[in-house]
């Protein structure tokens, strides 16, 4: 192997090595503030609570959360500044995943390798749930060790999750089923279903910690590219992976007739296009230097993953 | 008609005519807050907007907003520093009446005397409409005047609106329906699911205006027992309106076994329960004298409101 291989080889291990612990110590690190801030399954409303309570600890890989995190390394600061807005854009994910669930939306019965929350719980209780958990989150934001970032953090994640990015991305993809898809809508859509989110996790990790402007505007920036990355690997997984792999029933993007990038682009394209925007995200991190190692680190394991 | 009956009924009078005025003021306010603040239905997702707008402006009473404007006063505060939460707590109401009028939940086709959100636009539609009017709600607060009262703020509204809230009081309803009832249960139903937000939106217009803790708690406490007279008022009213004074379908709640006051207590009973409340109400009013008089007047027209 030529020495240039060798390095690269080098340095991929370490990057997956590093993406790999980094997600398995924010997981239990998140956990346990979740365990601790969300209502006991025992504090009335008792069902409501346990519902909540089903889908947050369903197994998710807590992606948004390390990208809180991680973000938050990248400009200096703590974990510990940065835990409630981890906490807060994994409850908004959750809370979206259950309402997407519902059979009035794309109706699945499975998620994360277990019945959903409406399926368990029921369809009245559900949609609860989810509002109860969106609601949860902004409280969970007040309750950051920095209360002058309270606002900016509030303003950050509510734009990321609302009318104009999540919820706006899955009226969108409402809006396209069934419809002929242009490459131009496969990614209005998935900039505002997926990778709103996602910038608003990586912004939300700066601003968490008071970082300067410049800094949360540069992390945004890697978190759209990263996002929309993520999603076209998604789509490339619905196709290729297994149910017990995925946690979900496979093909189901293609059955609804959804627009995605695959269905656009070709598998190969898609998967190029993948790596273009990842490369342009890495390239918002330059100005970070080795404090954002881990945020590349997560972002090539985005990039990698196998479910 | 002895002296103390004649000034009795000249101060009632006063009071309607007060309440009056204030509740068609602070209307205009705050509709024209929310036009500018909320996205034109041109804006894309423009179903997405259209479905917000169609249901934020159907011609409700904004009671809510019209109490944070209220208690602003009462602790001499300005309208405009109120204005974002006053537009946030109708924002978080109208999105409550969306999901409770779901098939899943209420099934309610009319609403305000026009059809109900998901039978213009669709069930998932008015899931994501619901989703993106809370959502929406946390970005207004972030808009008030005064930035060092936005944690605050986002605190109080997540309380009075989620699982511990309005969210949990619904949940109970639901969970009620069918059963049979208890005074204990009635009250801790109506306390969470319409006290809450009450309780919330009186203690917000405080916030807004940073008054002292003391006045936030007094003016709360306020709208816990107001809110909770508001409650019994509009199932004794449900029972004895007809179907255009109340712009929606009266005897539902009869129907559907909801556990309300009058099916409790009886007509008679919850009448003078909605008054001694509303006494105690007032009771929290004396530490601000005159300036709450708007408060007070509100007070009243929610005891003798016809729909």
Redesign the interface.
């Known amino acids: 192997m030529p020495e240039s291989q060798q390095s690269r080889a080098a340095s991929s291990e370490k990057h997956a090595a590093l993406a790999k612990s980094f997600l398995e110590n924010s997981r239990q690190f998140v956990d346990k503030k979740l365990d601790g801030w969300l209502?006991a399954a025992t504090?009335?409303?008792e069902?409501?609570?346990q519902a909540?309570r089903y889908s947050v600890f369903a197994g998710g890989k807590r992606l948004r959360p390390a990208l809180v995190l991680a973000a938050a390394e990248a400009v200096g600061g703590s974990r510990e500044d940065a835990a409630a807005a981890a906490c807060a854009v994994e409850l908004i994910h959750t809370?979206s995943l259950i309402?997407d669930d519902?059979?009035?939306?794309d109706d699945d019965d499975l998620r994360r390798g277990r019945p959903t929350c409406h399926k368990v719980y029921?369809?009245?209780?559900a949609?609860?749930a989810?509002?109860?958990l969106?609601?949860?989150a902004?409280?969970v934001?007040?309750l950051s060790l920095r209360?002058g970032a309270?606002?900016?953090l509030?303003?950050a994640v509510?734009?990321g999750?609302?009318?104009?990015g999540m919820?706006?991305g899955?009226?969108?993809d409402?809006?396209a089923e069934g419809r002929p898809a242009t490459e131009e809508l496969v990614r209005s859509i998935h900039a505002w279903k997926t990778a709103a989110l996602i910038a608003a996790s990586c912004e939300a990790g700066a601003l968490a910690c008071q970082a300067a402007p410049s800094q949360c505007e540069a992390l945004k920036t890697y978190g759209q590219y990263i996002g929309l990355a993520f999603q076209i690997i998604d789509d490339i997984l619905d196709i290729t992976s297994s149910p017990e792999a995925l946690g979900k029933t496979p093909g189901k993007d293609v059955r609804a007739g959804k627009a995605t990038f695959p269905a656009v682009l070709g598998m190969e394209k898609a998967r190029a296009e993948a790596e273009r925007l990842a490369e342009r995200a890495f390239g918002a991190l330059r100005p970070f230097g080795a404090q954002a190692q881990t945020l590349e680190a997560l972002g090539r394991f985005v990039l990698s993953r196998q479910s």
Do not use: K, N, S
């Not at 519902?102 to 939306?105: Q, R």
């Not at 999750?161 to 104009?164: D, F, I, L, R, T």
């Open positions: 209502p504090t009335p409303p069902t409501l609570h909540m809370y309402h519902l059979p009035a939306m029921g369809e009245a209780q949609i609860l989810g509002d109860g969106l609601t949860y902004f409280e934001l007040t209360q309270v606002a900016g509030v303003r509510a734009q999750a609302g009318c104009q919820v706006g899955q009226m969108l409402l809006a």
